[in-house]
């Protein structure tokens, strides 16, 4: 399953505790309404959750004020409603298809290190597991998980948890490594990247 990669940065965990409690005080529902458009209030709606706009233009990319960029996901390129907030937290790369295993392996060590650093603000997850675990949900907000043997053929999501949060609508927050195509196979050199998902509607069965 192919996924929009950017050039993989890296918050510390400790960043991301920094982001998340930011996050804590948010307005779920006022931020699933969706924002109005660039030229009808946008940087004041913005600035109620302490955001600056930084692109408008297809999709909303705001700057928080602990520093961190996150991106307002809405159908279609519209502003509302919102599906769901994304943070990149962590990525790494490959030279070549034979590096690939070392950026797994990379992936393999830090992921503990980013789960704990969420848990440590939003408690245990209510689901962990890695590309080759059993009962893996099949959705999660507007992300569909791949179907067994494509997860298992892409190792995609390389590791995933979430959590449920008392909330509107169930809100969940999800951690989760994803492999671009390739680097599982070898066929190309080999990027992941994590990130950090909150999303306005509760696991479907």
């Avoid at 950017?6 to 996050?23: F, I, S």
């Avoid at 704990?116 to 408690?123: E, N, Y």
């Avoid at 590309?131 to 791949?146: H, K, N, Q, V």
Wanted: glycine share 8%.
């Amino acid at each position: 399953m192919s996924t929009p990669f950017e050039p993989p940065v890296d918050r510390t965990p400790q960043e991301l505790v920094t982001e998340l409690r930011g996050l804590t005080d948010v307005h779920w529902e006022t931020v699933w309404n969706g924002p109005p458009p660039a030229s009808q209030g946008l940087d004041e709606w913005c600035a109620q959750f302490g955001w600056t706009p930084t692109q408008f233009e297809y999709v909303l990319n705001v700057r928080t004020a602990t520093g961190g960029s996150l991106t307002l996901n809405a159908m279609g390129g519209s502003w509302a409603p919102v599906q769901s907030l994304r943070h990149w937290v962590w990525g790494a790369a490959a030279t070549s298809p034979e590096g690939n295993p070392s950026v797994l392996a990379e992936a393999d060590r830090v992921w503990p290190l980013y789960r704990d650093a969420v848990s440590s603000v939003l408690g245990a997850p209510a689901w962990e597991g890695a590309w080759d675990s059993t009962a893996f949900p099949r959705e999660l907000g507007e992300f569909a998980i791949p179907q067994d043997a494509d997860r298992i053929e892409e190792k995609d999501p390389y590791h995933m948890a979430y959590w449920e949060l008392a909330a509107p609508g169930g809100t969940l927050v999800s951690l989760r490594i994803s492999p671009a195509v390739g680097t599982a196979d070898g066929s190309d050199a080999g990027v992941v990247n994590m990130s950090l998902r909150v999303y306005p509607r509760p696991l479907e069965a």
